[in-house]
């Protein structure tokens, strides 16, 4: 009798052994459904972001105007018959190209 208590004491430490240790085991789920939660996290924001790139893809597929947009903030170019002014200053933020300003002379 005491055999079969100490078999059955033994693969009951062995079941629970499986339980929440080894592969497959309850921390096991709990850290991949973590990791789930994390890379649909990354994949919605890497959604966001194809979304926003494949609309100005449209946009500089279709028309002047997104190039035109693009030359005037990125590279400071000017139209024929307009006149450029930039302010510098230290109260001003460069990134927000808020010191800059065309005036068209036609």
């Known amino acids: 009798m005491r055999w079969l208590l100490g078999v059955?004491?033994?693969?009951?430490?062995?079941?629970?052994?499986?339980?929440?240790?080894?592969?497959g085991s309850i921390a096991e789920q709990h850290r991949l459904r973590q990791q789930v939660k994390e890379f649909n996290q990354v994949?919605?924001?890497?959604?966001?972001?194809?979304?926003v790139l494949e609309r100005e893809v449209l946009e500089l597929q279709t028309g002047n105007a997104g190039v035109e947009q693009r030359a005037r903030e990125q590279l400071n170019l000017v139209r024929e018959g307009e006149t450029f002014y930039q302010v510098?200053?230290?109260?001003?933020?460069?990134?927000?190209?808020?010191?800059?300003?065309?005036?068209?002379?036609?």
Do not use: F, H, K, P
Request: glycine content about 6%; charged content about 25%; proline content about 0%.
């Open 43 to 51: 994949n919605e924001q890497l959604r966001a972001r194809n979304a």
């Open 88 to 106: 510098e200053g230290a109260e001003l933020d460069s990134s927000s190209g808020a010191g800059q300003a065309v005036e068209d002379s036609r």
């Open 8 to 23: 059955l004491l033994i693969l009951l430490v062995l079941l629970q052994y499986r339980l929440w240790i080894a592969d």
